[in-house]
C-alpha cells in the first residue's frame, strides 16, 4: 500500500502473509534517495521463517525502483 508523505516522499506498508494470517509488516519511508527503515514488527511464533527477510529483500526492490 501506498500513501503520499508529500510531493517526494512516499510511506509504504510491507506486509508477509503466511496461512491467511500476517506475520510480520514494516513501515519505509522514501524519497528516491534515502529510505527511512521506519518500524517493524514479527509475530515470534514465525521467527524461524525469516519473514524479516522477505520484507528487506522487497524494501530493497521497492527502494531501487524509486531512484531518480
Not at 506486509?15 to 515470534?44: F, M
Request: proline fraction near 3%.
Amino acid at each position: 500500500k501506498k500513501v503520499l508523505a508529500d510531493e517526494n516522499e512516499i510511506l509504504k506498508l510491507f506486509h508477509v502473509d503466511y496461512g491467511g494470517k500476517t506475520i510480520c509488516s514494516s513501515i519505509e519511508l522514501g524519497n528516491g534517495l534515502i529510505l527511512h527503515d521506519y518500524l517493524r514488527g514479527t509475530d515470534p511464533n514465525f521467527l524461524l521463517s525469516r519473514p524479516n527477510d522477505l520484507i528487506v529483500d522487497e524494501m530493497i526492490k521497492w527502494a531501487k525502483s524509486m531512484k531518480k
